[in-house]
């Protein structure tokens, strides 16, 4: 499964971008081999609207099951609710490795 974090850029090191619909881009994780990549989402940063829901579609197309943010929009989350994606809220600030570590702890108990 390929989980998705929001970042404010391409690495463990940068940090959670709390925005959803207007984050950097996506630090992609495939929680099978444990290769990742960065997913740039530049192009709905300035969008007038649907920033949202046009991140929600970007995922979509790489086969995103669980995305790990700080906050999503009703339309959005609506997109990826009907999509079967879960959503991970984090509240704190934190790392992209901070959260993926909080993340994978949660799985475990």
């Known amino acids: 499964m390929t989980i998705a974090i929001s970042?404010?850029?391409?690495?463990?090191k940068e940090r959670l971008d709390e925005r959803f619909g207007?984050?950097?881009g996506f630090?992609?994780?495939?929680?099978?081999?444990?290769n990742t990549r960065f997913?740039?989402?530049?192009?709905?940063v300035d969008a007038a609207h649907g920033a949202g829901t046009g991140t929600a579609q970007s995922l979509l197309?790489?086969?995103?099951?669980?995305?790990?943010?700080?906050?999503v929009?009703?339309?959005?989350?609506?997109a990826l609710n009907a999509a079967g994606v879960t959503?991970?809220?984090?509240?704190?600030?934190?790392?992209?490795?901070?959260a993926w570590r909080n993340y994978e702890?949660?799985?475990k108990r």
């Open 73 to 78: 929009g009703p339309k959005a989350a609506e």
């Open 61 to 71: 197309s790489e086969g995103v099951g669980v995305v790990i943010t700080g906050r």
């Open 87 to 98: 959503v991970v809220t984090v509240v704190e600030e934190c790392t992209v490795e901070e």
């Open 7 to 12: 970042a404010s850029g391409n690495g463990w």
């Open 39 to 44: 997913l740039d989402n530049t192009s709905n």
């Open 22 to 24: 207007r984050a950097q």
């Open 105 to 107: 702890a949660s799985k």
């Open 27 to 34: 630090f992609l994780i495939d929680s099978e081999n444990g």
